[in-house]
C-alpha cells in the first residue's frame, strides 16, 4: 500500500466509511447515525465526513513514502503562523465503548484544528465536532458526542526531538484534556469520556502542492502523527482507565489512531 508512514496513521480515517472515498459517493449512513439524534446531528455527522474525505485527498497528493521524506518541512514558512484544519481518529481497546461481544470496532473520530506559530514554537487546537463509529465498513453506525478536547504544545527543529530516525525538521508535542459526553440516547445514560491525550508530529511542506480537486488551494503546511493517551468512562462505576491504541510511531497497520491536518490559502 503507498505511503505507509503517514498514511497509515490516519488509515483508521479513511476506513470509518459513511461515504465510499473513492467515488466520494454517500452510502447509507444517514440510515445509521443513532436513532436518537437530531437532523442537526446527521449534519454534523456529514460535516465530519466531507472534512475526512478532503484529508485524504491532500495525503493522496503524496504518491509514495519517498514523497514524504521529501516533504519534511525544513525551514520555518514565510508566514511564521498558520491555521490548520483535518481530521482525527482514536482507536482504543474495545471494552472502552463497547459493551458487547460483537465483531465491531468502535473508534472516536472528528474534526481537528491547530494553530502554529513557528516564531514562538507553540501549538495549540482542538478536537471538535466528535463521535463514535461502531462499524468501519460500508455504512456507519455513529453517536455524536457533546464537547471538545483542547490541546497545547511546543514545537521544534532539534534532532530526535519527537522521533529520532527523522532528523533537521520541524516537529510537534503537544497534550491536551477534555470530557466528551453522549447525549443522545437515553440508553446511554450520559456517558461520558475522559481524554488525555498526547499528539506527536512531523510537518509537512506542502507550497508546492496548489489546488487540490474538491478541497482548494493548499497553504505552505500540513501536520501529521500519531496521538497516545488514555481514556476514563467517568460514568461506568469503575477506575478502570483504557489506553488509545496507535502501535509504534509511523503506526503500520489498521489500528492506528492519528490525524492530519493542512492549510487552506485565505
Given at each position: ?94 471494552e472502552t465503548f463497547d459493551d458487547d ?166
Amino acid at each position: 500500500m503507498k505511503h505507509t508512514l503517514l498514511y497509515s496513521l490516519v488509515l483508521s480515517v479513511s476506513f470509518l466509511s459513511a461515504c465510499d472515498v473513492s467515488t466520494g459517493t454517500e452510502t447509507d449512513a444517514e440510515d445509521d447515525v443513532n436513532s436518537g439524534s437530531s437532523a442537526g446531528d446527521q449534519a454534523n455527522y456529514n460535516e465530519y465526513v466531507a472534512n475526512r474525505n478532503d484529508a485524504i485527498s491532500v495525503l493522496d497528493e503524496f504518491e509514495s513514502d519517498a514523497d514524504l521524506e521529501a516533504a519534511l518541512l525544513e525551514d520555518a514558512p514565510e508566514n511564521a503562523t498558520a491555521s490548520l484544519q483535518g481530521t482525527y481518529a482514536i482507536n482504543a481497546i474495545d471494552e472502552t465503548f463497547d459493551d458487547d461481544d460483537d465483531d465491531d470496532d468502535t473508534r472516536l473520530v472528528g474534526d481537528m484544528t491547530m494553530d502554529v506559530d513557528f516564531g514562538d514554537a507553540t501549538v495549540s487546537g482542538s478536537l471538535t465536532n466528535n463521535f463514535l463509529d461502531s462499524d468501519a465498513t460500508d455504512e456507519s453506525k455513529v453517536t455524536e458526542l457533546d464537547g471538545s478536547v483542547a490541546f497545547a504544545g511546543t514545537l521544534d527543529f532539534d534532532d530526535g526531538f519527537y522521533d529520532s530516525t527523522n532528523t533537521n525538521q520541524w516537529q510537534l508535542e503537544a497534550s491536551g484534556t477534555g470530557t466528551l459526553t453522549d447525549n443522545t440516547t437515553v440508553a446511554s445514560d450520559g456517558a461520558q469520556y475522559r481524554l488525555d491525550i498526547d499528539l506527536n508530529g512531523n510537518f509537512y511542506d506542502t507550497s508546492d502542492i496548489g489546488n487540490v480537486a474538491g478541497v482548494g488551494e493548499l497553504g505552505d503546511v500540513a501536520a501529521g502523527g500519531l496521538i497516545e493517551g488514555n481514556i476514563d468512562v467517568t460514568t461506568d462505576g469503575d477506575t478502570v482507565i483504557y489506553d488509545i491504541t496507535g502501535s509504534e510511531l509511523y503506526g503500520t497497520d489498521d489500528d492506528s489512531s492519528g490525524f492530519l491536518v493542512y492549510e487552506l490559502e485565505d
